[in-house]
C-alpha cells in the first residue's frame, strides 16, 4: 500500500547510448539533475540511471547512486524500475528507490522503500514522482 505522495522532482535528462552486451539490443545511459520538493523540503537532486531494452521491447534500468541535497543536509539514493517508450518520444518506468541520510532534514526518508513513477517528454523534461510504501 502507498502512502501520501513524499515529492516531486522536475528534472532535465541528458541521454547517450552505451554498450549493452545483451541481446543485441540497445542500452541508454540518462543523467538527471533539477529540483523540487522532498519530505517537506525544498532540493536538488542528481544521478545517473541506466537502462537497457529487453527482448519485448520494454526497458528495465537502475540508478547505483543519486544525490539530494537541501538547505539541512544531503541524502543519497539507490533505485530500479522498469518501463517504456511513450506514444510522444519520452518514457514512462515504475520502480522503487530507498534512500540513506544522517541528516536530521532529510532523516524521514531512512528506513522506507518508495515506489516512483518518472516520466518524460521528447525534449528531456521530466518529472519523478515519490510514494512511501507503508
Not at 543485441?24 to 529540483?35: D, F, K, R, W, Y
Not at 534500468?61 to 544525490?67: L, S
Request: net charge negative; with cysteine; proline share 4%.
Amino acid at each position: 500500500m502507498l502512502g501520501e505522495k513524499a515529492g516531486t522532482l522536475t528534472l532535465k535528462e541528458t541521454t547517450k547510448p552505451i554498450d549493452s552486451g545483451k541481446y543485441g539490443l540497445p542500452a541508454m545511459e540518462t543523467h538527471n539533475v533539477g529540483s523540487g520538493t522532498l519530505v517537506g523540503h525544498e532540493v536538488q537532486g542528481m544521478a545517473t540511471f541506466t537502462a537497457e531494452m529487453r527482448p519485448d521491447g520494454s526497458w528495465k534500468g537502475h540508478c547505483p547512486a543519486g544525490v539530494i541535497m537541501c538547505a539541512g543536509g544531503v541524502a543519497t539514493f539507490t533505485c530500479m524500475g522498469v518501463g517504456n517508450m511513450t506514444d510522444t518520444g519520452g518514457v514512462m518506468f515504475h520502480g522503487g528507490a530507498s534512500f540513506e541520510t544522517t541528516s536530521e532534514a532529510l532523516s524521514e526518508l531512512n528506513g522506507k522503500y518508495y515506489m516512483f513513477s518518472y516520466e518524460s517528454d521528447p525534449e528531456g523534461n521530466a518529472e519523478w514522482n515519490l510514494y512511501p510504501c507503508i
